[in-house]
């Protein structure tokens, strides 16, 4: 099997259509047994180091947005979180929404942190900021 070099597979991915893509993510995590959210969680989690606890008295600038439950309008509640993660279908989406408490978005900014908060508190969800 020829390699392929690191340039080319992103030149690759950059000319690909939202749809082709969606259709990578999925065989990814059919091939290797993982989860597009979840492989997020780690890249973000040396974000948060382990000054933040020495240095608590600072402001928190990295959260994560916790579905602690979906209400009682549970459709409104995936949509939302479809638009929070546009890289989940809607059986993923249902999937989260099932399992509640769960982790919607992992390492986030204070202003995309409270968007989301936002939003699914409008769609009737009960949310934690940790």
Known sequence: MAKISKDDLMKA???????????LVKALEEKF??????MAAPA???AAGGDAA???AEEQTVFNVVLASTGGNKIA?????REIVPTLG??????????APKEILTGANKKAA?????????A?????LK
């Open 114 to 122: 409270e968007e989301a908060k936002e939003k699914l508190t409008a």
């Open 90 to 99: 809607l059986k993923e989406a249902k999937d989260l929404a099932d399992t």
């Open 13 to 23: 991915v950059e000319e690909m259509s939202v749809l082709e893509l969606s259709e």
């Open 54 to 56: 020495g240095e608590a």
């Open 124 to 128: 009737g969800a009960t949310v934690e």
């Open 44 to 46: 973000a989690a040396p």
């Open 33 to 38: 047994g993982v989860s597009a959210s979840a």
């Open 77 to 81: 509640v995936i949509k939302a979180i």
